[in-house]
């Protein structure tokens, strides 16, 4: 390759992945802890949030209760089967002030009498709330579906894209002598240069899959729209079921052990496990069943989705399930399920957890590598004054890396706190991960960045091992104490990795010039 080829990549590299890096760090690191979103959930629980578990043939009582005597929740209501998780109660539905938008959530069950029994509870959407920041990184702006974050991440998706692409050709002509290379006895930068290559190769396809996923999650509606207007321009897109002229009482709705004896015989190892249902009463009712599908391309990270008439159990909308799908719903799921690690069941999902990681580190490195690049060599004699713009990356790396994980370790613990007392949680998790995000960024610019590093370092173990004793505090009162050995075992590894990076950069702290950038 010409030099002036070489480098021309090598700039579209670098001022894309600064461009990118810090958002893509902050949704990344979120990322790996939404792997286990519906078991956090689940964590941030308390016995005493919970409602009875009833049997499977129950179901079917328990809704035509809940409709006598909540008829708001016709809007939307969800079943949660004994297989489904969380496993906090049998039925849930939202209550929705249409001014303020605050949420309130009802949940039901029957007592040992057939009763029914319902109440509203401040649950912790712990593992959501993760999912919006890796979805969002943490923007505000817009509802969920339309949130500015997410159009923001959109293009910052193909600004990573670029930077993978880019970063492949420059990495190409030696990769014989640079494929996992790690040369600790050479300049610093030479040691990051190949710690960040060894995470970008390792990985490659991996954050090919994300970039390309991304931008298609961020901008379907457009896309989608794109289509309708070029190709199917007057004909519908998706064929919907025509609405059918029905009795739509409560007494008409398909019972339980029908909806699963339907999908079976599409589906044969379809294991129903959510029952979504939206309109009842109305000829725009829906059904939105999950169900675990091992070992097959499925829509979400957990479950695989039939939609249907809850009243008729027709055929509906199919192109969910693997085997009725087609070419066109095949690729569309696997957009799903790679971005989202629905394959191979908990050993995928640590695998994405690893990478979700990985891919942070891999823009720490790369920032790390922007500002050793462009750092003045000084000494005491002859002191250099740095660019502003190193300076200012330098705080915002070691800020924004530290704020994310103060951020996420802190909103954890206010989830637990706040859902033992009932108070205002989404409000308690938003300060937690905020409140720690711009302290850390805020403290970043008032000490050197190195040593803010390994404060912050210090911190996070201690914060790890507040994780791990509350887990331990609210031992009688947790909900699966399988999730809580879990959480118990990660944070204290997380706590111990902090706690040798910490004493590591301590160590190091003589070797660091004291040229106005690290130190």
């Keep these: 390759m010409k030099l002036q080829n070489f480098k021309n ?42 409602m009875p578990a009833i049997a499977e043939h129950q179901y079917d009582q328990l809704i035509q209760k809940i409709l006598i005597a909540h008829p708001e929740a016709s809007g939307e209501l969800t079943l949660f089967l004994p297989s489904s998780i969380p496993q906090h109660a049998p039925a849930q539905w939202v209550i929705e002030d249409q001014e303020t938008h605050n949420k309130t959530f009802w949940h039901a069950s029957l007592d ?17 709330f993760f999912d919006h920041l890796h979805r969002t990184a943490g923007i505000p702006g817009g509802d969920d579906h339309d949130a500015v974050g997410t159009f923001v991440m959109g293009i910052v998706c193909v600004l990573y894209f670029v930077a ?13 002598k640079d494929l996992f290379a790690l040369r ?113 391309i499925i829509r979400g990270p957990y479950y695989a989705f039939w939609v249907t008439d809850p009243y ?47 891919g ?51 909103s954890l613990i206010a989830a637990k706190l706040a859902s033992a007392a009932q ?20 403290y970043c610019f008032l000490i050197a960045p190195f040593r803010a590093a390994i404060h912050g370092l210090y911190l996070l173990s201690l914060i790890a091992v507040s994780v791990v004793a509350m887990t331990c505090f609210y031992w009688n009162s947790s909900v699966s104490h399988t999730i809580d050995i879990s959480v118990i075992f990660l944070a204290t590894l997380l706590a111990f990795v902090f706690w040798l990076l910490a004493r590591r950069l301590t160590k190091r702290s003589p070797d660091i010039p004291q040229d106005g950038v690290w130190l």
């Design 9 to 50: 990549y090598q700039n579209i590299h670098i001022w894309t992945g600064i461009l990118s890096g810090l958002l893509l760090y902050i949704c990344f690191a979120s990322s790996a802890f939404t792997m286990f979103k519906a078991p956090l959930n689940t964590w941030a629980l308390h016995n005493t949030n919970t």
């Design 112 to 128: 040992e009498n057939g009763e029914l029994i319902s109440r509203s509870i401040a649950l912790s959407d712990i593992g959501d």
């Design 164 to 176: 993978i692409i880019s970063g492949l050709i420059i990495f190409l002509p030696t990769w014989t």
């Design 184 to 296: 600790k006895d050479k300049k610093a930068k030479r040691f990051w240069v190949d710690f960040h290559n060894i995470l970008g190769i390792s990985a490659l396809p991996f954050h090919i899959i994300i970039a390309i996923t991304t931008f298609v999650f961020a901008y379907h509606d457009i896309l989608y729209g794109g289509i309708q207007s070029l190709v199917y321009q007057d004909k519908p897109m998706f064929n919907r079921p025509v609405a059918m002229d029905i009795d739509r009482s409560i007494e008409h709705l398909v019972p339980v052990d029908v909806l699963k004896q339907k999908i079976t015989e599409t589906e044969p190892d379809f294991a129903l496990a959510e029952l979504r249902y939206t309109g009842l009463g109305t000829p725009r009712a829906r059904l939105i069943i999950g169900g675990e599908l091992t070992g097959e």
């Design 312 to 358: 008729t159990a027709s055929a509906g909308y199919t192109a969910m399930l693997p085997s009725v799908s087609g070419v066109a719903g095949k690729v569309v799921n696997s957009f799903f399920t790679l971005h989202f690690g629905g394959f191979g069941g908990s050993f995928i999902h640590w695998v994405y957890f690893a990478l979700g990681l990985s």
């Design 360 to 410: 942070a580190l891999l823009f720490l490195t790369g920032n790390i590598i922007w500002v050793e690049s462009r750092r003045k060599k000084s000494t005491p004699s002859t002191p250099i004054k740095q660019k502003t713009s190193v300076r200012i990356l330098s705080r915002l790396t070691v800020g924004v890396c530290l704020g994310t994980l103060f951020g996420i370790g802190l």
């Design 423 to 442: 108070s205002d949680i989404q409000f308690y998790q938003h300060l937690g991960y905020y409140g720690g995000f711009i302290s850390a960024i805020i």
